[in-house]
């Protein structure tokens, strides 16, 4: 499985897309938890842009890697060290 010299077999298919549906799944259900939001607005496995994550509530705030840090820090009771 996993070859380049030749194609999926179906059973190597099927047991390959199990662990995909699987991982989407507790994906889903991970973010449904954790956020009020439909279901509808996730499920179809889109990208979905900031400020539109900002609207369905996936997100809190749109920001860089510099402000993922400083909130990273800001939630280990750390601080900001600028």
Do not use: H, W
């Amino acid at each position: 499985m996993g070859s380049s010299s030749r194609p999926l077999t179906e059973d190597e298919f099927s047991y390959a897309q199990g662990i995909v549906d699987a991982s989407f799944e507790e994906f889903i259900s991970d973010v449904l938890v954790q956020r009020q939001i439909a279901r509808a607005d996730i499920e179809d496995g889109r990208v979905i842009r900031g400020a539109d994550a900002v609207k369905i509530n996936i997100v809190d705030e749109i920001g860089n890697l510099n402000d993922a840090i400083d909130g990273a820090k800001a939630l280990a009771g750390r601080g900001s060290l600028i």
